[in-house]
């Protein structure tokens, strides 16, 4: 969070209007001018004067004040502007990697590619094409990363396989995939032999192949990003 408010109080000291630069931010965190002189302490016509630019551009000081209000007033009202403008900071390559493939391939393909054992509805392999993945920390995606994130896992086609790595019984990943809009066609767990049968159970009634495989990642990436 301190980086975003120097990233503002640094926009604000280098602008050419730093007055209407405050009043943007003001107006981003929906706050205002009444609010934010009470809070400071100061009158509104100070705020105007400000804003306006009919008074002498604020120093560091003042201006570091007044983005450490802003932040801490919506904190006080339940920090839904923080939380977007931290969101916006995060790349999504902390969670998930999204590759396109040239061509379509089977799941029975995909499976036999990264030494892939099919737990369930295998009537489906052949049939289904898909046509990338993605691969997932699955604790990230879990623990932290923000939901606005996940429509964006499916790439430029949502026909393509999940690939979770840090998994440990597989529940928690298809749980999050039971509960979602989108589905993929296929989820891969990484590195685990015993799925847990809430996991098998969702795969069934979802109808999206579930397949585990102990081959090393960078293996997996090596063999994929070929096709």
């Known amino acids: 969070m301190e980086k ?10 280098l602008s050419d209007d730093a007055g209407a630069t405050m009043k943007k931010w003001r107006e981003v965190f929906s706050i205002s001018q009444v609010e934010l002189a009470r809070y400071l302490g100061i009158s509104v016509s100070t705020i105007s004067d400000y804003e306006a630019n009919r008074r002498k551009s604020p120093g560091t ?21 923080s939380q977007k403008l931290l969101e916006g900071e995060k790349n999504v390559e902390d969670y998930f990697e999204v590759h396109e493939f040239a ?19 295998h009537d489906m392999m052949e049939s289904k094409q898909v046509y990338g ?24 086609v949502s026909e393509r396989v999940f690939i979770f790595t840090g998994v440990s019984t597989g529940r928690s990943p298809m749980v999050v995939i039971r509960v979602s809009t989108s589905k993929p066609s296929a989820v891969v767990l990484h590195g685990i032999e015993d ?26 990436k090596e063999k994929l990003d070929k096709i």
């Open 4 to 13: 975003i408010k120097l990233e503002i109080a640094g926009e604000i000291s």
């Open 61 to 81: 000081g003042v201006i570091k004040r007044f983005v450490n209000s802003l932040f801490e007033m919506d904190r006080a009202k339940g920090g839904a502007i």
């Open 103 to 121: 061509r379509g391939m089977s799941i029975k393909d995909f499976a036999a590619l990264i030494e892939g054992k099919i737990l369930t509805n």
């Open 133 to 156: 993945y993605t691969l997932i920390d699955s604790l990230k995606v879990i623990l932290d990363m923000p939901f606005s994130y996940f429509p964006r896992m499916y790439g430029n």
């Open 195 to 220: 799925v847990d049968k809430l996991a098998l159970k969702i795969s069934e009634r979802e109808r999206i192949p579930l397949i585990v495989t102990k081959m090393d990642i960078g293996k997996i």
